[in-house]
Structure formats: structure tokens, C-alpha cells
């Protein structure tokens, strides 16, 4: 038997720095803090009470950096401590409930979805993780969409019209950034340990 180590392969790059317990919160919590910094990122739009923002980039881009559980993880208090009064929600809001808290639980399944994918090399070229991306905001719009309906009291028609298709063309934007940086960023990790090599 070879007495050399064998060393995994990172799956997701927070699996190059994760190396404790201690770690994996820090993550979680820098994800957390990321979604709510970009919640402040905000464009109003008339006729509707969901505005743009750049939560969704971030959620998307926490999920396939952190991997499956640790971005859950994070959406998860992201979601848990906005609802108990931090105000990291769109516009500095807080609490449970309203017209948008659909798409905040949301972003804990696409979170967890985008990790998934992530960790199986969905996010290492820019088709795949346009791919992946593509899926995990279809999943935000799937939570978010009936919660605005059942909220706002109105037909799944106007529902879309208040909460998808204002959106569309600035979401195809994000999910082009997101499937540009973070190949770029598993690019750069590869020329890294190329480099060390």
C-alpha cells in the first residue's frame, strides 16, 4: 500500500478553505451577510410590491460556492434572522410574512439545489453553471409566485404579471454574471494549485 496521501478534490470552493466545524459558521454566516448586503442593492418597480434587487445572484452564487448544506444552511438563518427583526431583508425590512417572504423561502431550496448540482461539477463551466443557475431561480419563482398569490389574493395570472415578468430580462443578466464568475473563480483556483504543483 502507497504511503502517499491522496487528497480529494474539492467539490465546491468552500471546500478549499473549510477545515473545522468553526469554519463551515463563518461560511454560513458570510453567506448569510452577503445575501443581505445585496437585499440593499434595490430598484423599485411600479405596480408591484416586489422590487429587483440582487438577492437572487447572491443566493444562487452562496448555494454553488458553499455546496448543498452550507448554503441551505445559510439561506436558512438568512431567512430566520430577518424574520426575527435583522434587518437584512430588501429595503432594511425584517420579519415573517409579506408579499416577498415567498421568495426568501425560496432561496433556501435554491440554495440547496445550486450546492447540489455544484458539488457534482455543475458550476466549473459556464454552460453547466448557467444550467444550474437557470434551475435554482426557476425554484425561487416556484415558492415565490404562489406565496404573492395566496398573499396579494389574486389569480395566478396576475401573480406572474406582479412577480416574474417584470423580472425576466434582469434575471437572464444576473444568471450571465453568475455563469461568468464563478467559473472564473474555479479557473483561477486551478491556475492557483497548477502553480503549487
Known amino acids: 500500500m502507497s504511503g502517499t ?10 471546500d478549499l478553505v473549510s477545515s473545522s466545524w468553526l469554519v463551515d459558521v463563518i461560511l454560513i454566516v458570510a453567506g448569510a451577510g452577503l445575501t443581505g448586503l445585496a437585499a440593499q442593492i434595490t430598484v423599485p418597480v411600479p405596480g408591484t410590491p416586489v422590487p429587483v434587487t440582487m438577492q437572487t445572484f447572491a443566493v444562487l452564487l452562496v448555494g454553488a460556492s458553499l455546496g448543498a448544506w452550507r448554503g441551505a444552511a445559510s439561506l436558512t438563518l438568512y431567512a430566520v434572522a430577518g424574520s426575527l427583526g435583522v434587518p437584512w431583508f430588501a429595503n432594511g425590512a ?3 410574512g409579506g408579499a416577498t417572504f415567498g421568495y426568501i423561502l425560496g432561496f433556501i431550496v435554491a440554495a440547496a439545489l445550486t450546492g447540489w448540482l455544484a458539488e457534482r461539477g455543475d458550476a466549473r463551466t459556464p454552460v453547466a453553471t448557467l444550467g444550474t443557475m437557470v434551475l435554482g431561480n426557476i425554484v425561487i419563482y416556484f415558492v415565490g409566485v404562489p406565496w404573492l398569490m395566496a398573499y396579494l389574493g389574486v389569480p395566478f395570472g396576475t401573480a406572474l404579471k406582479f412577480g416574474f415578468t417584470p423580472f425576466f430580462a434582469g434575471d437572464i443578466l444576473k444568471l450571465l454574471l453568475a455563469a461568468l464568475v464563478l467559473p472564473g473563480a474555479w479557473w483561477l483556483v ?8
Do not use: C, E, H, I
Request: charged share 30%; proline share 5%.
Open 5 to 14: 496521501a491522496v487528497v480529494a478534490r474539492p467539490r465546491v470552493l468552500a
Open 94 to 96: 425584517s420579519g415573517f
Open 190 to 197: 486551478d491556475r492557483t494549485r497548477g502553480k503549487q504543483n
